[in-house]
């Protein structure tokens, strides 16, 4: 079975500044995705950024970027240049490969974001 | 991109009566989708996985009696709240995976349904 944990259950950035939210997960499986997903108050889930397991090289979207440490199961999600509309619910979730199976989500860490 | 359609987006109802939420992919062909459900300040947890064509798989302590799922074609998923009770308020949110060998693909999610049992 597989589990994520993150272990910051609120944060708090200042704008423009940065922040990193952290994820840890356990799987039994060799392939694997890990995703971080904003949830704003409109409680839509939109996908922030995604990381193959098999790839070593961290992802990257624009000011989202992951710290992957495959050896440590540690998937840290880093925003840079806060802005206001990153307050949001932030999600760590994994899926395997197999098709058919579902996502396992985090507890989620809620992010204000300070003008 | 892809895009889920979840309908209604909010139902407000007496105790007693049952609910059906819609979930539709609407640019691809959906043979998975998920029901997961989300209390306040919570993660999403998964109810069951519906499967077009075959009974839906729950997850423990999910009664299947209560929450009827239904997944006649490869576009739709639907989920029926049974004699719905004011414990059964939460948000309802869908989500669907592509075809096979799409493993790296997200699930693409419906924008969910707030449902309030008075």
């Known amino acids: 079975a597989q589990t994520v944990t993150q272990s910051q259950p609120e944060m708090s950035v200042q704008e423009a500044e940065t922040v990193t939210l952290s994820c840890t997960y356990d799987?039994?499986?060799?392939?694997?995705?890990l995703f971080w997903y904003k949830q704003p108050p409109s409680r839509q889930m939109i996908l922030v950024i995604r990381?193959?397991?098999?790839?070593?090289q961290n992802a990257t979207e624009n000011r989202f970027s992951v710290n992957f440490q495959k050896a440590a199961k540690s998937f840290s999600l880093k925003i840079s240049d806060s802005q206001l509309g990153d307050a949001a619910m932030y999600f760590c979730?994994?899926?395997?490969?197999?098709?058919?199976?579902?996502?396992?989500f985090g507890p989620g860490t809620r992010l204000s974001v300070l003008p | 991109g892809a895009v889920v359609s979840q309908h209604p987006s909010r139902v407000i109802c007496k105790s007693g009566t049952s609910v059906k939420i819609e979930c539709r992919s609407l640019?691809?062909?959906?043979?998975?989708m998920f029901w997961y459900r989300q209390f306040p300040k919570q993660s999403l947890m998964l109810m069951a996985t519906?499967?077009?064509?075959?009974?839906?798989?729950?997850e423990q302590g999910v009664e299947k009696d209560k929450f009827l799922i239904n997944h006649a074609s490869l576009t739709l998923s639907t989920l029926t709240v049974t004699s719905a009770h004011p414990e059964d308020s939460s948000f309802y949110i869908c989500?669907?995976?592509?075809?096979?060998?799409?493993?790296?693909?997200?699930?693409?999610f419906g924008d969910g349904t707030r449902l309030s049992i008075l």
């Open positions: 989500s669907a995976r592509g075809a096979r060998g799409q493993g790296n693909q997200p699930q693409h």
């Open positions: 640019d691809f062909q959906a043979t998975t």
């Open positions: 799987t039994s499986e060799s392939d694997y995705y």
């Open positions: 519906s499967n077009e064509g075959s009974k839906a798989t729950y």
């Open positions: 990381q193959e397991a098999y790839k070593q």
């Open positions: 979730a994994t899926i395997t490969d197999n098709y058919g199976q579902n996502f396992v």
